[in-house]
């Protein structure tokens, strides 16, 4: 099956079916998605959304970004839209304060690895919501406004979950940057390294939720059983709803 799914208004939506994982199994095709933005939905690309059988779509993005860029699903007659982002920004945007900065690049280097390091513990809730649903039998996609961070990092909680190896779920974030679209989302003065630092998918980004995780819990698996509830029933059913 195709992993990208071809759409008129977004450019990173796509399957997480046929990843490996441990003990010969697969990730099933049809049922995790991961995105950018559904706000620039196409009426064409709402259409195709819905043939794929999705019934849930798991928003990430801050509640001003929910206000400014509405889900085009909001309407949809079979598609639940879920608010799982935070209400307001953990700090302050970095778009909105990079020009005082002297060393822009550091600066956003920095603030992405700070906001990596967050996220596993912010969006906890979020992550305990999205197996819910997929223990239930949902469908769903998971995105917030590029599908490069808050997704990025919560579709990386869920293939190792999953019984993803570290090298496929880095292999899967990196996706982004071959397929993610900016349209113009950069500042028109910021310079290149510095759009590289904050619009590109980073293997140091994600390795920073990782050892965040590890540092606090000691272990990943103490992550998922202490943070996220995912104790072995659980895990069993996600594993039984999720993989081939």
């Known amino acids: 099956m195709q992993r990208r799914i071809d759409l008129d208004g977004l450019s990173n939506f796509r399957d997480l079916g046929g990843y490996p994982v441990a003990g010969g199994r697969s990730v099933k095709w049809r049922t995790i998605f991961r ?6 939905l196409s009426e064409r690309d709402i259409g195709t959304v819905g043939d794929l059988g999705i019934t849930t779509a798991c928003d990430l993005r801050y509640a001003e970004e929910r206000e400014l860029e509405p889900s085009r699903l909001l309407a949809h007659d ?3 839209v879920l ?5 307001a920004r953990p700090g302050a945007s970095f778009l909105d304060s990079f020009q005082i900065a002297d060393d822009k690049e550091a600066a956003a280097r920095g603030y992405l690895l700070e906001n990596y390091a967050q996220y596993p513990f ?8 999205i197996i819910d ?12 406004t590029a599908g490069k961070d808050r997704a990025g990092t919560a579709i990386a ?4 979950a999953l019984g993803a190896a570290r090298e496929t779920v880095f ?17 028109p003065d910021m310079d290149p390294v510095t759009v590289a630092a904050v619009f590109s998918a980073r293997e140091e980004y994600l390795a920073a939720a990782f050892a965040a995780v590890e540092d606090r819990f000691g272990s990943f698996e103490r992550y998922l059983t202490e943070h996220l509830g995912l104790d072995d029933g659980r895990r069993e059913a996600l594993h039984r709803a999720c993989l081939d």
């Open 35 to 40: 995105s950018d933005t559904l706000a620039a």
């Open 78 to 80: 079979s598609i639940e």
């Open 83 to 87: 608010a799982l982002g935070l209400e």
């Open 122 to 129: 912010l969006y906890a809730g979020a992550y305990r919501t």
């Open 133 to 144: 649903r997929l223990i239930a039998g949902h469908r769903l996609v998971v995105h917030c």
């Open 157 to 160: 909680m869920l293939l190792s």
């Open 171 to 187: 292999e899967d974030y990196l996706l982004t940057n071959q397929y993610w679209d900016r349209a113009g989302r950069e500042p």
